[in-house]
């Protein structure tokens, strides 16, 4: 008995397979969204990204301005300035120029960054010309 109860389940369960139309796709509505919403995610990602660097950009400019700034007023204006200079301002000036040189370091490293992250979202763009990001409401 618990034989034709496995053979009559097994037979349901081949009817059912056979029984199936073929293969169901999406719509080709609902497959367009879900391609928009993909290339959405990679503009945002990368707007959000540039938005940092330009800001980080700017921030360190100024700081980089400040401080050349500062370093020119410690100088002195004498020709022969750093002949008669205190110890303790060439020290200051050597901490200007190691904050300079790194400020202009990463100024060129943003630089490039900045223009790497613009030459993709370009890319982006150019591939999917039928992608039209949504519109803020400002």
Do not use: W
């Amino acid at each position: 008995m618990f034989q034709l109860f496995l053979r009559a389940r097994a037979h349901n369960l081949l009817n059912l397979r056979r029984e199936d139309k073929g293969f169901k796709a999406r719509s080709t509505e609902r497959d367009a969204e879900t391609d928009r919403v993909r290339i959405d995610a990679v503009i945002t990602a990368l707007d959000a990204a540039l938005q940092e660097a330009e800001r980080e950009q700017a921030g360190l400019n100024r700081r980089v301005d400040d401080a050349l700034a500062r370093a020119s007023v410690t100088f002195g204006n004498g020709t022969d300035e750093y002949l008669e200079r205190e110890p303790l301002d060439n020290y200051h000036q050597d901490l200007f120029a190691a904050d300079i040189s790194n400020g202009q370091r990463r100024l060129k490293e943003l630089a490039s960054t900045i223009s790497h992250l613009k030459f993709v979202k370009a890319a982006m763009l150019t591939r999917f010309p039928d992608f039209k990001p949504p519109q803020l409401n400002s």
